[in-house]
C-alpha cells in the first residue's frame, strides 16, 4: 500500500518524454533493458524450478520443532525462530527498516509534486480539511464522511487486535511483525479516510520516538542476558506469583517482540507521514524554459520528417 501511495505522486509522461521515446538511442536503450529483463526473469525462475525439483531434505524443520518449546519456550515456531534462533536477524532487520523510514522520510521532506500530480478528491483538499478541523468534528465532506466514521469507530478495535497478536505471538499465531502491521493499518485507514491534518493534530506519540524505543528495547532485551552470563539475545525468563493474576511467566523475548512492534509502527507511519505530506504542498512546475524550447525543436524536426 506504500508503494503505491508512492507511485501515486511520479510525474506524468510530458510531450518531451514522448518526442524522446521515438528517437534511435531511446529505442536501443529500451530493446536493451528488455533482454536484460528477460534474462533476469528466466534466470531466476529456473534457480527456483531447480531448487523447487530438489529431493525434500528434513535437517532443520525437525530440529525447530523439536527445540521450539523446550529450548526457547515456545509453541508458536515460526515466532520463535525470529525472535529467539535467528533474533540477531531480526535485530539487524529491524534495524534496517529504521534506516530506510527515516531515509524516505528526509527526502520526501522537502520534495515537490509535479503539477500534473496534483488533482485530489474534494475530499483530501487542504482546505476542506481544514474547515472540517474548524467545525469540531472534523469530518470529511462528500462520500468519505461514511468511511471516516467507520474507520474511527474501528481504530480502537484495531489497537487491541494489535496488542493481543503481540502478546500471543510466542505460542500461537501472531508476533510483534503481525501486531504492528494490524496497527500501521489503522492509523494507514485513518489516513485514507480522515485526511493528513486531522490524524497529526491528534498524534500523541510521534514515528521518530516510536522507532527509536523500539531498537531501544530491542536491544536491552539482548544486553539483558549478559547480567546472567548468556551470550546477546538469549532469552531470560521469571516465573511470578502475583496477588491477583496468579502465576506469571515473563521473558525478555516478549520485550524484544515489543520492540519489533513498535519499529514497524513507527517506521510504517514514518513513511507514510512523507508521502501524505505531498498532498499539502505546493507542486514544482513540470517543465522549465530550457525544457519548452526543447520541445518546440523536437517537434519542428519530427514535422520535417
Do not use: C
Request: no cysteine.
Amino acid at each position: 500500500m506504500l508503494l503505491l501511495l508512492g507511485l501515486r505522486w511520479m510525474p506524468r509522461r510530458t510531450q518531451l518524454d514522448e518526442l524522446r521515446r521515438k528517437s534511435l538511442k531511446a529505442r536501443a536503450r529500451r530493446a536493451r533493458d528488455l533482454v536484460v529483463a528477460i534474462i533476469a526473469g528466466a534466470g531466476i525462475t529456473g534457480l527456483a524450478l531447480v531448487i523447487m525439483l530438489r529431493p525434500p531434505v528434513e535437517v532443520l524443520k525437525p530440529f525447530f520443532l523439536e527445540h521450539a518449546l523446550p529450548d526457547a519456550g515456545g509453541r508458536n515456531v515460526v515466532n520463535v525462530i525470529l525472535v529467539d534462533f535467528r533474533g540477531f536477524d531480526t535485530f539487524g532487520e529491524i534495524t534496517v527498516l529504521s534506516i530506510v523510514a527515516l531515509t524516505v522520510y528526509a527526502l520526501l521532506r522537502r520534495f515537490r509534486p509535479a503539477a500534473e500530480s496534483r488533482e485530489l478528491p474534494r475530499a483530501q483538499r487542504e482546505d476542506e480539511a481544514r474547515a472540517a478541523l474548524a467545525s469540531g468534528e472534523g469530518l470529511p465532506g462528500g462520500y468519505l464522511l461514511i468511511p471516516a466514521v467507520v474507520g474511527r469507530m474501528l481504530m480502537p478495535v484495531a489497537g487491541i487486535v494489535s496488542v493481543y497478536f503481540l502478546l500471543r505471538g510466542h505460542n500461537a499465531p501472531g508476533g510483534g511483525f503481525v501486531g504492528g502491521l494490524v496497527m500501521a493499518t489503522g492509523i494507514i485507514v485513518q489516513y485514507m479516510t480522515s485526511g493528513v491534518l486531522w490524524v497529526e493534530s491528534r498524534l500523541r506519540v510521534h514515528p521518530h520516538y516510536w522507532i527509536a524505543l523500539g531498537l531501544i528495547a530491542a536491544g536491552v532485551a539482548g544486553v539483558a542476558a549478559w547480567f546472567v552470563a548468556a551470550p546477546f539475545l538469549t532469552s531470560v525468563e521469571w516465573d511470578l506469583t502475583l496477588p491477583v493474576l496468579g502465576s506469571l511467566h515473563l521473558s525478555t523475548v516478549l520485550l524484544f517482540d515489543l520492540g519489533v512492534y513498535m519499529v514497524v509502527v513507527g517506521a510504517t507511519v514514518l513513511m507514510l507521514i512523507a508521502i501524505a505530506h505531498q498532498s499539502l504542498r505546493q507542486s514544482r512546475k513540470s517543465l522549465s524554459a530550457d525544457e519548452r524550447d526543447e520541445i518546440q525543436v523536437m517537434a519542428a524536426v519530427e514535422a520535417d520528417r
